[in-house]
Structure formats: C-alpha cells, structure tokens
C-alpha cells in the first residue's frame, strides 16, 4: 500500500487566495483526520470522519476553514480566504479503527 | 478540558544514557500511542498500548501504560544519536506537545 497521500506537498499564496488540501487515505481504513501542525500550538486536530461522515469539527479554526469526504478514498479541507497566520504543515491521517493513526507526508501551505 | 502533557518538552542526553518521558493524560481512555517525528518529516506510529499494564519494546525503548494513574512512560535504554527526534503521545485524538530529545555523542 502506498499509505495516506497528500496534495500538494509544498502550496504558496496569497493572503485573500483560496486554498484546498487533498488527501487519500489507505484503503479500507474507515477513519480520516485532519491535523494543523505549527511551532506555537504543536500538534492540533482539526476535524475527523469516521465512514466519510464528521465526527468532531470542533478544532477547525473558523468558518474560513471546511472539510469534506465524499467518498471513501478522498478528503478536501480548504480554507478560503487564506491568512497569513494559516501558514503550517497539514497532516492527513488514517486509521482501520480509529485508534493508531498512519499519517501522510504533511502539505506545507505558506500565506504570504 | 481534555488535556495530554508531556513532559520533559525538551531533552539534550548524551549517548550511552538512560532516561524516561512522562506522559499524562486526563481522559478515561484505556490505550496510549506514541509517535515518533523527525525534523520536517511526518509522524510515524511507534508503540500502541492497549490495556492497564502494558509494556511493548522495541530496541532501545520501552513503552508502559498504568491507566490507573493515567500515565505513559517511554524509556530509552543507552542512548544512541539515531534516536534524536520529536516524541509524541496521544491518547487517540488529542497529542501531547512532544518531546524534543537530542542525544549528543
């Protein structure tokens, strides 16, 4: 299996741009999170699916921020518009139960 | 508030040394993983504990869960370079802050 994948890897822009994440998890894991990772707050969640439904949104930031998983094999999170503070790396991660986590490579989103 | 600390945040050792990380969590849950994060790459999954006294090793460390007192323990055993690196614990949604370990030679 090639494990969770993530897209971009590297994504600059624009304070104002809209920005989307991508993601695809290992196959037949049934659980998807989204985590922000920055030097002052370290590792947060953001939101997690469980069967392509939230679960718990709780720790996406703003209304700037929104997630989805249409199907089973893919997962969005955008942020629109982006700021400035945004910048972070962006983990995807999945898990068979919902409980050890097999995290992607991370998308580092630079706003300038 | 759910809270998962760690500690020490920071750790400099020198090589051929013993030391323990801490890990508190503050929910009910029964299992404890710990992940291990090189500089600028992803985390990878290290030890699952899944039940009060659990204890799972793999090479220099050594992982142990007493859910009672709602504490992880990772334990290095004669430190090498190699194992310089971010620890995290996480008791399966919130993580703790990491560790920063740096094993001088």
């Known amino acids: 299996d090639a494990g969770v994948i993530q897209s971009p890897r590297h994504e600059v822009t624009e304070m104002g741009q809209e920005v989307t994440l991508r993601c695809k998890p290992i196959?037949?894991?049934?659980?998807l999170f989204w985590y922000r990772q920055t030097m002052m707050r370290g590792l947060e969640l953001l939101i997690y699916?469980?069967?392509?439904?939230?679960?718990?949104d709780s720790g996406m930031p703003e209304d700037r921020f929104s997630a989805k998983m249409p199907n089973a094999s893919f997962s969005t999170l955008k942020i629109q518009p982006s700021e400035p503070r945004d910048s972070a790396v962006y983990f995807c991660?999945?898990?068979?139960?919902?409980?050890?986590?097999?995290f992607g490579p991370g998308t580092r989103l630079t706003v300038t | 508030e759910l809270k998962v600390e760690q500690n020490p945040l920071f750790l400099s050792m020198q090589e051929g040394k013993n030391y323990t990380i801490y890990c508190n969590y503050s929910?009910?849950?029964?299992?404890l993983y710990w992940y291990r994060q090189d500089p600028g790459k992803s985390l990878e999954s290290l030890f699952v504990?899944?039940?009060?006294?659990a204890v799972k090793q793999e090479g220099r460390l050594m992982a142990s869960l007493d859910t009672k007192a709602r504490l992880s323990t990772l334990h290095i055993t004669a430190a090498v370079h190699d194992l310089s690196a971010t620890y995290f614990c996480?008791?399966?949604?919130?993580f703790g802050k990491g560790t920063h370990l740096i094993i001088q030679p």
């Open positions: 991660a999945s898990s068979p139960t919902g409980t050890e986590q097999y």
């Open positions: 196959s037949g894991h049934d659980y």
């Open positions: 699916f469980n069967n392509n439904v939230p679960i718990d």
């Open positions: 929910t009910t849950s029964d299992r």
């Open positions: 504990l899944l039940s009060n006294g």
């Open positions: 996480s008791d399966g949604l919130t």
